[in-house]
């Protein structure tokens, strides 16, 4: 057994007392016993397709949506799990607006079964998490991508890097079309992720809405010398 430091009791503590404190509740009616109950677990509806590299519909005539036509071809694909909408879209909004952890780490878990039939065996050699501006980070007290991406890196054993950096502090999206998104979210991030030269990331996050902020984020990466970009989010709006 490895050695449990201070801090490793103290997550254990706290997570024992969340779960006596807060048994699971369904995300989608608030019924007992479960994170998801059997009807709303039921109601999960995945991306329908033909789906484009940014995860949205793709255009009529081919693969490629008209707004990312111009999406370098080491970016993408971008998949998410299921559609953001009813008990999925009340369980996230609980994860990350209420602070339940507990609900997040069985996201995760949804997150991570995904994972593993999208990825069909080309595991990344690293997960990146789409950080927080540090000020959100501050007000919220945690990383909602960042516990969804520790799921998938504990089911596919591929670790999660650091120094993807989120250096401006953007404005919110909601209203925003893609090109809206796309200049709001131009340089956002940066990357000084070590051993990130000639790697395969999988970026992670809770929600995707027009593939802007993954497209800005995999820009830094390239940028930074990465290989190969593909996202991976639990939902998406359609
Ligand atoms: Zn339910
Ligand atoms: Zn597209």
């Known amino acids: 057994m490895s050695p449990v430091g201070p801090r490793a009791w103290a997550q254990w503590l706290g997570r024992a007392l969340e779960a006596t404190l807060l048994p699971p509740t369904c995300g989608g009616c608030g019924r007992r016993g479960a994170w998801l109950c059997p009807a709303c677990a039921a109601a ?16 009529q005539s081919g693969a490629t949506c008209p707004v990312c036509a111009s999406w370098p071809p080491a970016l993408g694909p971008v998949r998410a799990a299921f559609v953001f909408e009813g008990p999925l879209r009340r369980s996230i909004h609980r994860f990350k607006y209420r602070g339940e952890h507990a609900r997040g780490r069985y996201l995760g878990e949804l997150l991570a079964g995904c994972a593993e039939t999208t990825l069909q065996g080309q595991l990344p050699d690293l997960l990146l998490p789409i950080p927080l501006h540090p000020r959100r980070l501050r007000e919220r007290g945690f990383n909602q991508a960042q516990i969804l991406a520790e799921a ?87």
Do not use: H, K
Request: net charge positive.
């Open 152 to 238: 998938v890196a504990r089911r596919l054993d591929v670790r999660i890097g650091e120094g993807l950096l989120r250096v401006v502090d953007t404005r919110a999206q909601v209203g925003l079309d893609f090109a809206g998104r796309r200049a709001n979210m131009a340089g956002a991030f940066q990357c000084v992720t070590p051993g990130v030269a000639g790697a395969s990331v999988l970026l992670i996050d809770d929600v995707v809405t027009t593939g802007a902020t993954m497209e800005a984020a995999g820009l830094a990466l390239l940028a930074a010398g990465a290989q190969r970009v593909r996202g991976l989010a639990l939902a998406r709006g359609v």
């Open 44 to 59: 999960l509806r995945p991306v329908p397709g033909p789906l484009c590299r940014c995860g949205g519909r793709s255009g």
